[in-house]
């Protein structure tokens, strides 16, 4: 039906009859000659409709907004040698010799180039969503994005295969997505949150490397920026040691932000120890991009009169953090006040900070605080030396259980960073966090969790540790950052049903346990699996950040809202009673309303 896309049209046409389709995006009627703005998922087009064609005329005078069109007409250069630089076809108009209209269309509840939509009326229509520039930039990027992971991943020997979407339900982590078994009543699948096991045994089979292009699923507590389904590149490998997965899945993201963007990202990328990440930055996915860092000072402070600071210094897991910003005195109290709100987001009970008026001074009139009474000299003067004050910077301090400290002062540097400019000028800082700790203490339920997931190897000079000390034992695990976002994360995998099943005990899972969620695991072990490793990649974060999008959902068709909830298909929905009878399933309350997908 077409010869050319409207965004395809070039100087190089003039003079040819070419044939377009796509929809009328604006329609102009200049005193008897009729313009209409062509699209198509390439671009537009202008035709050009003059009234020497009485059929064809009176066709484009009855198109609107939105109609489909089908197009015959004769490329030219526009006239004058005006260009609008704006769209690619911009040197040339279509002189139009006959138009048809494939379909006409409604008038649609918003126009497409308008901006400001509120995100609900845009999930809502999400097809004609789906039609603006942006979002087909956005979804023709992640396209691009996708092949070029599948380019170097087959280049370098990797086989593309299909791993379960209704598995076994192993939850770990997030809650699973249960679906239950009509032909065997009671009883649930589950849809995967990873391929995490199945890779492994991939990997056993022998297939040595393995990716995979695949949505998992989370039933997760509602956050702000996640999906209860999202797409992750899934990778593995076997016969790698820990440092050559990292290199080679390095060279991976440099390939492909060069081809899809033309980004150079550096070679190579830092590395950057857990502990040392959140020492200086309190996050395990710190923007580089922001040059404060925090600065220990838990130390120093457990002799001073000030018990907020005093009684944290002394107590196991407290610590004592200070963020300097230079020029910082000249901070308002209403910003200061604004600040100390927000690390309450975080747990903070409270955001103590000393003004230095003048460093070459310890006194409280050169350093300008209600705090600064109850600090003896010699924590002051050291407060000031590993800080690097200087006469008119502003000192944070952070007083808290650990987490609570690195997750307020951490957060609070990367706001202050980018409102006051404390940037490097970098467009692009990535990273890799290394040496992880194998598991966390859950002071609630009084045992260790696995940081990454249970299945992660512990470093070897660290196995005896399992059972003597598991809170000292390190993993062979690696997330790589990019400007304060993870992108992805992996491990070196337990290879050996022995070290596995010391990992389990360790976190608290019986042997009955571990057969019954992760037997077949156990039992392939056992037939010569090979050292072998993988990792993760977000494809939703990473096109995101790529397309400079403000949520993942600007780089997804059809997103759920942060309820859950698709928009444009009234999803989830009741289902009739005979469908759940087929089920095994009794309601035990009727739902009477629908559910509400806040329409209003």
């Known amino acids: ?146 092949r070029a992971f599948r380019r170097f991943l087959d280049e370098a020997g990797f086989i593309d295969i299909e791993t379960p979407m209704l598995t076994k339900s192993t939850p770990e982590g997030a809650r699973d997505y249960l679906v239950p078994s009509r032909v065997h009543p009671g009883y649930f699948f589950a849809l995967p949150q990873s391929p995490q096991l199945f890779k492994q045994l991939l990997m056993i089979a022998g297939f040595d490397r393995y990716y995979q292009i695949t949505k998992c699923f989370r039933d997760e507590d509602l956050r702000a920026d996640r999906q209860p389904e999202f797409t992750q590149v899934d990778i593995e490998t076997s016969f790698m040691h820990e440092s050559e997965i990292i290199g080679l899945m390095e060279e991976l993201i ?64 407290g610590r004592v953090a200070a963020l300097r910003v230079p020029g910082g005195a000249s901070l308002t109290r209403s910003e200061i006040d604004a ?36 600090l003896h000299a010699a924590a002051l003067q050291a407060i000031l030396e590993r800080t690097g004050a200087q006469s008119g910077d502003l000192i944070f301090f952070g007083a808290d259980k650990r987490k609570v400290v690195n997750d307020a002062l951490g957060a609070l540097r990367v706001k202050i960073g980018h409102e006051k400019a404390f940037l490097n000028g970098q467009a692009w800082e990535p990273v890799w966090i290394v040496d992880f700790p194998m598991f966390e203490y859950d002071e609630d339920e009084k045992r260790w969790n696995a940081c990454h997931h249970p299945f992660t190897s512990p470093k070897d000079e660290h196995l005896e540790l399992l059972d003597s000390d598991p809170g000292k034992c390190l993993a062979k695990a690696y997330d790589l950052a990019l400007n304060g976002s993870e992108l992805g994360g992996g491990s070196v995998r337990i290879h050996r049903s022995s070290v596995q099943e010391s990992v389990f ?93 806040g329409r209003s």
């Open 1 to 146: 039906m077409r010869t050319h896309y409207c965004g395809q049209v070039n100087g190089r046409l003039i003079g040819q009859q070419i044939t377009l389709c796509g929809w009328a995006h604006r329609r102009r009627d200049h005193g008897g000659v009729i313009f209409i703005d062509l699209r198509d998922r390439e671009g537009l087009a202008q035709i050009v409709c003059d009234p020497d064609r009485p059929q064809m005329f009176r066709t484009a005078e009855v198109v609107r907004s939105e109609f489909c069109l089908k197009v015959v007409g004769q490329v030219r250069a526009r006239p004058d040698g005006t260009v609008n630089r704006n769209i690619a076809s911009g040197e040339v108009e279509i002189l139009c010799h006959e138009i048809e209209v494939l379909n006409p269309s409604l008038t649609p509840p918003f126009q497409l180039d308008e901006d400001n939509l509120a995100e609900n009326t845009r999930l809502l229509h999400r097809v004609l969503d789906l039609r603006r520039l942006q979002m087909q930039r956005n979804l023709q990027l992640r396209y691009r994005t996708a």
């Open 339 to 374: 600040y100390t709100q927000f690390v309450g987001i975080y747990g903070a009970r409270g955001l103590a900070y000393i003004k230095v008026n003048d460093v070459g001074q310890v006194n409280e009139q050169s350093l300008q605080s209600p705090i600064v009474k109850n």
């Open 254 to 317: 440099r390939s492909v932000f060069a081809e899809v963007i033309d980004v150079q990202l550096p070679n190579p990328f830092p590395r950057l120890s857990y502990d040392e990440a959140m020492a200086r930055y309190g996050s395990d996915k710190p923007d580089l991009r922001v040059t404060l860092e925090l600065v220990e000072v838990t130390d120093v402070l457990r002799d001073v009169a000030f018990k907020v600071f005093a009684n944290v210094a002394n107590s196991a897991g």
């Open 505 to 597: 005990k360790a976190l608290g899972i019986g042997d009955e346990e571990a057969r019954s969620k992760f037997g077949f695991l156990l039992d392939a072990l056992k037939y010569g699996a090979p050292p072998h490793g993988g990792l993760a990649f977000g494809l939703d974060r990473i096109v995101t950040m790529m397309a400079g999008a403000e949520s993942i959902r600007d780089v997804i068709a059809f997103p759920k809202t942060q309820r859950a909830q698709c928009l444009l298909t009234d999803a989830p929905s009741a289902v009739d009673e005979k469908q759940l009878r087929e089920l095994h399933i009794r309601l035990r309350q009727k739902i009477e309303t629908q559910v509400d997908v």
